[in-house]
């Protein structure tokens, strides 16, 4: 009996366009998969495709352990990242964590000599050169299940029906310290800096963002920086959170976000 080709678990494409002449390839928040970003298929122009990284542990890959560590968990995004590019144009979007684990991965594809990304977008994160300050702690390994839910739930980004089934809400938590605890396992690497054009997102109201966000981005920058501020706090408003896409500005340089 013939095998049948294995199945990347790894990137979801919500749109599956091989023709699309560039892809949106976002990397998640702790405790987060895909779910949060799928909408977003709707705001992109036909020629921009869409890839979502699932890392283990989750959705398509529930059944492989978690990550144990910061490295191991970004050796196994760059490889998924590696893939959803495919040789063609790529945007780099990541939120929280996943702005550091974009910055991360665009650094490791840097060292090893593939195409950076046209864009490198890091979304509600401070610069990664500070290293895991007190400030970045956020949501913490101290705290108990029902901050974890309360955290989740921020922006609307944890569905409903989570919170109402018991079996569903542990999985979520379980999932969730189990990202912190990969999150507090982060380093700089010492030197470490991007060629990519980056742009900064965040909130107007995120405490966790750092006031000096634009001065010490600039330093790990080498590609030009930019630095926007949009409303709402950690995960920003909710409608600007569905419309991301219409904020990152590489999305606008060849083609257009529909308005």
């Known amino acids: 009996m013939a095998r049948r080709p294995h199945r990347d678990a790894s990137v979801l494409r ?21 779910g949060p970003y799928r909408e ?31 490295d191991e968990l970004a050796a196994d ?20 964590m996943g702005g550091w684990m ?26 990664p050169h500070r290293g895991l ?20 739930r921020t922006g609307g980004l944890l569905p409903g029906y989570v919170t109402t089934d018991a079996d569903l809400r542990d999985m979520a938590v ?4 189990a990202d912190v605890a990969v999150r507090d396992t ?19 109201d995120d405490t966790v963002i750092d006031p000096a966000v634009a001065e010490e981005w600039a330093t ?7 630095v926007t501020t949009l409303p709402g706090g950690h995960f920003y408003t909710p409608d600007v959170w569905r419309r991301l896409p219409a904020h990152i500005d590489a999305l606008t340089h060849d083609l257009s976000v529909r308005h």
């Open 14 to 34: 919500p749109l599956n366009r091989p023709e699309a002449r560039r892809t949106l390839i976002c990397l998640s928040f702790c405790g987060g998969g895909t």
């Open 40 to 70: 977003w298929a709707a705001l992109l122009d036909a020629d921009t495709d869409l890839a979502l990284v699932c890392y283990p542990g989750r959705e398509g890959r529930y059944a492989e352990p978690y990550a144990r560590t910061w």
């Open 133 to 152: 300050t007190e400030r970045d702690r956020f949501p913490s390994t101290s705290d108990g299940d029902e901050e974890l839910i309360a955290w989740m």
């Open 102 to 127: 974009a910055f991360e991965v665009a650094t490791r594809l840097q060292r090893q000599g593939d195409a950076l990304p046209s864009g490198l977008v890091a979304s509600a994160c401070n610069a």
């Open 220 to 226: 790990v920058c080498r590609g030009g920086l930019t």
């Open 77 to 96: 995004a760059t490889r998924a990242v590696r893939t959803a590019a495919n040789g063609n144009p790529y945007i780099l979007f990541g939120h929280s």
């Open 186 to 204: 982060y380093h700089y690497t010492s030197g470490a800096l991007t060629s990519a054009p980056t742009q900064v997102l965040h909130g107007a």
């Open 174 to 177: 379980e999932l969730m310290r």
